[in-house]
């Protein structure tokens, strides 16, 4: 409706801000967290820029040696709010597991569209399923305006856990 799309507009006004305060605080944790061992931080090539919906990291656990649960729940013991564990995996929805897009009858996989049958079966997508279920850790940046003392206790948390990553075993 009109009104929607009256704040609509207003709030894309305040999007190249909102970005670039977010690839402040993105380029903060980076420089932060750099160097903690088996932590995989994002990476932006040097013409590209990045929106930071969420702040991506990735853990490799043969070097931490220790599960992404257990480091989830020490974080969130230190107060660190915002933090999420894997993500959808699209092609395990059940949209495509029902192959029922639209209607009762199959749409589109039942119709003159689709002329090959198409499998959404777990394990053919197993980067994106690994990274769900064992190592994929982002920070929700869309849900805070942080602020850089905000940022400091972040960074200090995860250190924090870092210099324990013994005693989560």
């Known amino acids: 409706g009109e009104i929607e799309s009256a704040i ?11 970005i670039e305060n977010r690839q402040n605080i993105a380029k903060k944790l980076t420089n932060g967290l750099r160097g903690l061992k088996g932590l995989i931080l994002p990476e932006i090539e040097i013409h590209n820029k990045h929106a930071f919906y ?42 495509y597991q029902k192959k029922i897009a639209y209607g009762k009858n199959g749409f589109p996989w039942t119709s003159e569209i689709c002329k090959r049958n198409v499998s959404y079966d777990k394990g053919i997508c197993p980067v994106a399923e690994e990274l769900h279920e064992k190592s994929f850790l982002g920070y929700e940046m869309c849900l805070h305006q942080l602020s850089n003392n905000e940022v400091d206790l972040i960074i200090k948390a ?11 075993n």
């Open 54 to 95: 969420v702040y991506p990291m990735k853990l490799d656990k043969e070097i931490i040696g220790v599960s992404r649960d257990k480091i989830y729940q020490a974080l969130c013991a230190e107060g660190l709010n915002g933090l999420m564990k894997g993500y959808a995996n699209i092609h395990l929805l059940p949209i």
């Open 8 to 18: 609509g507009i207003e709030q894309l006004k305040k999007l190249p801000y909102l």
């Open 158 to 168: 995860f250190k924090k856990v870092w210099d324990n990553l013994d005693e989560l």
